[in-house]
T-cell receptor, first 116, second 113 residues
């Protein structure tokens, strides 16, 4: 049973380019979270998605950032016109569905974005 | 606003001793509290979840307490080993009926042989 997969593991972009980060949840999981982590800082919640539906995007910057989780395929975190301040590790996590809405999360290895 | 505090100073202990890490929160009442372990360059790994109506939970050498009056959780590792050296993260639900998870900055633990 494969865990959460993220790719690429490392991504280098120049200022102004677009970054696309992909996340495939664990088998049987239909809920995905995205987090950003800066060096020596904690994980910052960005967005919570179910298949074809954004549930909570209260942590997403209003501009340049978007996320989707289509019916087929991985979840995508998209950053347009990247700036140096976007350099960070981006982690995806998945959890099982349920009415309680809060279960342990299984994290991927992260994508380290460097903006030059 | 909601705030989580973990001791930012690293904790250094001798192998075999009990490590105790603290997580304090303010300005809200979470329904759940979780602890994760994170090694350098890797994603966090879930360890334990405790609900607001539970006072204590154990798993092997790990024990978590949840005091909703003090707004504090303690995380204990008994008979610590050098392999327990890592950063430990406390996480709480957003407490507003949403699905946001709020993580603390973590406490780094070093266990010396």
């Amino acid at each position: 049973n494969a865990g959460v997969m993220q790719n690429p593991r490392h991504l280098v972009r120049r200022r102004g380019q677009e970054a696309r980060l992909r996340c495939s949840p664990m088998k049987g999981h239909s809920h995905v979270y995205w987090y950003r982590q800066l060096p020596e800082e904690g994980l910052k919640f960005m967005v919570y998605l179910q298949k074809e539906n954004i549930i909570d995007e209260s942590g997403m910057p209003k501009e340049r950032f978007s996320a989707e989780f289509p019916k087929e395929g991985p979840s995508i975190l998209r950053i347009q016109q990247v700036v140096r301040g976007d350099s960070a590790a981006y982690f995806c996590a998945s959890s099982q569905p349920g009415v309680a809405g809060f279960y342990e999360q299984y994290f991927g290895p992260g994508t380290r974005l460097t903006v030059t | 606003s909601q705030k989580i505090e973990q001791n930012s100073e690293a904790l250094n202990i001798q192998e075999g001793k009990t490590a105790t890490l603290t997580c304090n929160y303010t300005n809200y009442s979470p329904a759940y509290l979780q602890w994760y372990r994170q090694d350098p360059g890797r994603g966090p790994v879930f360890l334990l979840l405790i609900r607001e109506n539970e006072k204590e939970k154990r798993k092997e050498r790990l024990k978590v307490t949840f005091d909703t009056t003090l707004k504090q959780s303690l995380f204990h590792i008994t008979a610590s080993q050098p392999a327990d050296s890592a950063t430990y993260l406390c996480a709480l639900d957003g407490g507003t009926g949403g699905f946001k998870t709020i993580f603390g900055a973590g406490t780094r633990l070093f266990v010396k042989a």
